[in-house]
């Protein structure tokens, strides 16, 4: 018997009652037949609101049939193609997702923020033939379309779902007033309610998939530099969905949660929780297309009687910060997940204190669609804990000869269970270092295990660095910088940050002696989404080194 509790999962004394102890993967044969499922059972009941425009269970299916009836008659597109999207949190989003699974093919999504360069690599690397863009990032598309497989742009405008002529005002406004808009120049795309009529005028069919089919090509930072896809299939996300049903479902009422969505859907934390669970149990969707405006998002929760809410730490932590926020009504809120990176003890109990309510935490990674830990319900207070593993989850620490560590020592947390990705998108020499032998995923976070099965994370193996929930790898921020011909050596950690939880640090021995740190912002803005930009800057003279010559980061977190 195992002595960290993997064997007999020790944690399942601590499961709210009526939590089941496993889950039944098969009970959905795709996403595709829990999207049919869930259109059927709520139809007349709203699904989602954006800028003041809801749409019905019915108005998504009949619209996601008919882009999906677009993509495989009009562009004739294959199973298992990849489309590209990008676009932050619209009506669109579910519309586009829901049509492409539908349709049998694989979303590729991409944050909207992206630089050119991160752009090219995930479109070259997914071999996506078509992109949905929202028109406020189809500049950032332009300059690359040139080297990219993409065969079909199809542009949408942040109004294009409203009625008329609320479509027309809010567009023209966006494009001609707020100046929102950098000019592009695309030939040959198509619009997406063309692509939507064109489709309606075409039989939809209905694809048979199985749970090996692929669903999402979701990027997670590589230590290379170079983001690498996670194949995401079917079978994995209808588990991760079911898990995350068995652990909340006590808590639900089908068909009368609302949710408000901040955190953007293209991250797999916002897109497995709140846009597959909720949509499962036929809850309305409230999509926040602007999360930074926190003003804005405050008057949207005023207008809503919100049940659950969902973000990462710097979002709860602006939102206590943001005039008018104390006062909203809480009475109807369920829950609160924190996800993506660590909820701080500060911001947990402040918002305890403010809303009356507890910030639960959960903990997962890209890799396992994404949820693997979480806090029971019942139990929600802030512990500095992750919770304890899901149902039909198995949680190994494990040392660096993989073997488990005795309970109460550190061990780098390894996962198996049916939300376990296949492996990285065409990277066989990747995936034979993420997963071990005996076929456990790796997930380089060390944690320790208590008596009672709860895990607590004590460090990480790689230097990744959480920004704001996003990860930061600084190999990829090391790379960039040492482009600048002002640049001899560089190096980038991790530091504490009050507002983002980490911030990015490089060390810089410079080439050229007049170089700025004001100068090197400026050469990272141009090539790193803004999270990834460096806060600070130090110059050194030397950098420590290794005696083969290898930059000792550690040294520099002192």
Avoid at 243 to 271: C, K, N
Wanted: hydrophobic fraction near 40%.
């Amino acid at each position: 018997m195992s002595m960290q509790g993997a064997g007999e999962r020790v944690w399942l004394k601590e499961y709210m009652p009526g939590v089941p102890a496993d889950i039944d993967p098969q009970r959905h044969a795709s996403l595709a037949e829990v999207i049919e499922r869930s259109c059927d059972k709520y139809r007349d009941r709203p699904a989602y609101e954006n800028l003041g425009v809801t749409l019905s269970y019915d108005d998504v299916d009949r619209l996601s049939q008919d882009f999906a009836s677009y993509l495989q008659n009009v562009l004739g597109l294959n199973k298992g193609d990849r489309v590209a999207l990008m676009m932050p949190n619209l009506l669109q989003y579910p519309i586009a997702v829901f049509g492409i699974l539908r349709a049998g093919l694989v979303v590729v999504n991409v944050n909207p923020l992206y630089t050119p360069r991160e752009l090219e690599h995930q479109l070259k690397d997914s071999g996506a033939r078509a992109i949905v863009v929202v028109e406020n990032f189809a500049a950032t598309l332009e300059q690359v379309i040139d080297r990219v497989p993409l065969e079909t742009v199809i542009t949408t405008q942040i109004g294009d779902l409203a009625p008329f002529p609320k479509s027309l005002l809010t567009n023209l406004v966006i494009k001609r007033v707020k100046k929102m808009v950098p000019p592009w120049n695309i030939p040959g795309t198509v619009p997406f309610r063309t692509a939507l009529a064109r489709g309606k005028a075409q039989p939809y069919h209905r694809v048979s998939l199985t749970h090996e089919a692929p669903a999402f090509l979701q990027y997670t930072g590589g230590t290379t530099g170079l983001s690498k896809g996670a194949e995401l299939t079917h079978g994995n996300l209808v588990a991760n969905l079911l898990q995350m049903h068995a652990w909340m479902s006590p808590r639900l009422s089908e068909g009368e949660d609302v949710i408000a969505t901040a955190l953007p859907l293209y991250h797999i934390f916002a897109l497995t929780v709140n846009c597959l669970l909720f949509l499962y149990v036929g809850g309305k969707n409230v999509l926040i297309t602007n999360p930074r405006d926190l003003p804005g998002f405050v008057k949207e929760l005023a207008r809503q009687k919100f049940t659950v809410l969902t973000g990462v730490n710097t979002l709860f932590n602006g939102l206590l910060h943001t005039p008018g926020f104390d006062r909203l009504d809480f009475s109807a809120l369920k829950f609160c997940v924190g996800g993506g990176t660590a909820v701080q003890q500060a911001v947990a109990e402040k918002w305890r204190q403010v809303t009356g309510k507890p910030l639960t935490e959960g903990y997962g990674l890209t890799e396992c669609s994404p949820a693997v830990c979480f806090a029971p319900l019942d139990k929600p207070d802030w512990t500095g804990n992750i919770g304890v593993p899901l149902p039909s989850t198995w949680v190994s620490l494990r040392d660096d000869d993989n073997r488990e560590v005795p309970l109460g020592q550190p061990g780098e947390l390894c996962v198996k269970g049916p939300q376990v990705m296949r492996g990285y998108w065409q990277k066989p020499e990747e995936n034979a270092k993420v997963f071990t032998a005996d076929g456990w995923l790796k997930t380089g976070d060390v944690a320790v295990m208590d008596a009672r099965g709860y895990f607590k994370l004590v460090d990480r193996k790689k230097d990744m660095i959480l920004v704001s929930g996003f990860n930061v790898y600084p190999n990829e921020i090391e790379n960039v910088v040492a482009l600048h011909p002002g640049v001899l050596e560089v190096a980038c950690i991790g530091v504490p940050d009050d507002k983002t939880g980490e911030a990015v640090k490089i060390f810089v021995v410079r080439k050229d002696p007049a170089l700025t740190a004001e100068a090197l912002r400026e050469h990272c803005k141009a090539n790193l989404t803004g999270y990834k930009v460096p806060k600070l800057i130090e110059f050194r003279e030397a950098l420590p080194k290794s005696p083969v010559g290898k930059i000792l980061r550690k040294e520099l977190r002192g």
